[in-house]
């Protein structure tokens, strides 16, 4: 599956060029997986949730993280399930049927 990062200087625009593409996207028919991975998310309002359900939207816990180690004894961590399962179990559903994801964000401080 092609992908797309968006980075870059705080307030230039990440948020909403990443959402208005990602709908583009799956209005031309393509399944699109969006991945909101900043501390304060705010990728589901662009993607058209209202601010209520896009707060609603819970993050990808932990727990699908697995925890062992490498060869040399060096602490690993690998996925659980496979993504197509996160997406599953996980994504949010949005008007223009882009399945959201959130990951990474900061309930209070000390917390993250
Ligand atoms: N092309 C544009 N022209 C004018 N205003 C824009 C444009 N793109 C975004 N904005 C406005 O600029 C502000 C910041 O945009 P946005 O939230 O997408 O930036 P961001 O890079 O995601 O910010 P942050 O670093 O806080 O996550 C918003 O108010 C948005 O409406
Ligand atoms: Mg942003």
Do not use: C, F
């Amino acid at each position: 599956m092609p992908t797309i990062a968006i980075a870059g200087k705080g307030g230039s625009g990440k948020t909403t060029i990443a959402g208005t593409m990602a709908r583009l996207i799956a209005r031309g028919g393509r399944e699109v997986w969006a991945i909101d991975a900043d501390s304060t998310p705010n990728l589901g309002i662009t993607l058209g949730l209202s601010r209520d359900a896009s707060a609603a939207v819970q993050p990808i816990p932990r727990s699908i993280l697995h925890e062992d180690k490498d060869d040399e004894g060096k602490r690993r961590l690998t996925l659980g399930i496979s993504p197509a399962a996160v997406v599953d179990q996980y994504a949010a559903p949005t008007p223009d049927a882009v399945r959201l994801l959130l990951m990474g964000r900061v309930d209070h401080a000390g917390a993250g």
